[in-house]
């Protein structure tokens, strides 16, 4: 069993710089993947980044690619988001989650945290 714990979530105006925190536990992460995603109101939950915790593979979607950073610490079992430049479309409740394969498909990962609320003002 996997417990994933989202943080850092908050307010922010456009421009502005906020770092997520996915902090696991309960199991070893060698072999998983793990992945941001993000659900505005009304909108289908969407792909952010990827992780791999074995080899550090990445993957941004497009849509924050430049902008956004995913990155892990091994000691710490914490997956962070570095999110810069923030524009108001960013806001949503961010989640991690963890899964096998590294998908940006959100049904292929298993474990998932409670989620965050990130806002960004114009």
């Known amino acids: 069993q996997v417990q994933l714990v989202e943080s850092g979530g908050g307010l922010v105006q456009a421009g502005g710089s906020l770092r997520l925190s996915c902090a696991a536990s309960?199991?070893?992460?060698?072999?998983?993947?793990t992945g941001w995603f993000r659900q505005a109101p009304g909108k289908e939950r969407e792909f952010v980044a990827v992780?791999?915790?074995?080899?550090?593979?990445?993957s941004h979607a497009d849509s924050v690619k430049g902008r956004f950073t995913i990155s892990r610490d091994n000691a710490k079992n914490t997956v962070y988001l570095q999110m810069n430049s923030l524009k108001p479309e960013d806001t949503a409740v961010y989640f991690c989650a963890v899964g096998a394969s590294g998908s940006t498909w959100a049904p292929a990962y298993t474990y998932w945290g409670q989620g965050t609320q990130v806002t960004v003002s114009s």
């Open positions: 309960g199991s070893t992460f060698s072999s998983y993947a």
């Open positions: 992780i791999r915790w074995s080899t550090g593979y990445t």
